[in-house]
């Protein structure tokens, strides 16, 4: 799992991420967080997991999870999606739904 390669092993995302195949792991340790992006309605959005523990957070003040609208800059074999400042359509601090695409 890339998130555990880029974020270290001891990372939890506070979900079974086995119960989302449709997340795709986009992980990258110059970001923030792990992230993991997935396409519903042919729209592409990325999936923000932020450190449980405010404390840990570049932000203090972010929720744990965020979904953005995203775009592919890549193309449907070769995927690169990417934020690009994409309107944020869901921030919690907590899962309050069985599945990501729920909640956009």
Not at 34 to 49: C, D, E, G, R
């Amino acid at each position: 799992m890339q998130y555990k390669q880029e974020f270290g092993s001891d990372f939890q995302l506070g979900f079974e991420l086995s119960q989302h195949p449709y997340l795709i792991d986009k992980s990258y340790r110059n970001d923030d967080c792990p992230s993991f992006y997935f396409v519903h309605s042919n729209q592409f959005y990325i999936l923000w997991v932020d450190y449980s523990e405010n404390t840990q957070r570049e932000n203090e003040n972010s929720l744990r999870y965020t979904i953005q609208c995203a775009d592919n800059e890549g193309d449907v074999m070769s995927p690169e999606v990417y934020a690009n400042g994409g309107d944020i359509v869901f921030e919690s601090e907590e899962l309050v739904f069985t599945y990501f695409y729920e909640a956009v």
